[in-house]
Nanobody, 114 residues
């Protein structure tokens, strides 16, 4: 059973930076596409970035150029570096595989004040 533990969220001012981390277990980590998702209050969960087993990346247009996803297969971790944060980035952020198997971690809250 996959277990995902996200960390690194917090409250920052617009223009600030945060780096999120996710530790995964129960999966063949190095072979999986990994992704960061977010869910803002009252909105559906959306995928913001993913990284393939060989390191290829893709970003949603809303975060491209500001967010960077990276993985460490030796440590079974995936990170999301977020820069130039905007109030609209406020959400609970989750990591997971892509596609998911339906199970989710607790997420980490990111709040960006204007």
């Amino acid at each position: 059973q996959v277990q995902l533990v996200e960390s690194g969220g917090g409250l920052v001012q617009a223009g600030g930076s945060l780096t999120l981390s996710c530790s995964a277990s129960g999966i063949n980590f190095s072979s999986k596409i990994l992704a960061w998702y977010r869910q803002a209050p009252g909105k559906q969960r959306e995928r913001v970035a993913f990284i393939g087993p060989s390191g290829q990346t893709s970003y949603d247009s809303s975060v491209k150029g500001r967010f960077t996803i990276a993985r460490d297969n030796a440590k079974n971790t995936v990170h999301l570096q977020m820069k130039s944060l905007k109030p609209e980035d406020t959400a609970t952020y989750y990591c997971n595989t892509f596609p998911t198997d339906g199970s989710w971690g607790q997420g980490t809250q990111v709040s960006v004040s204007s």
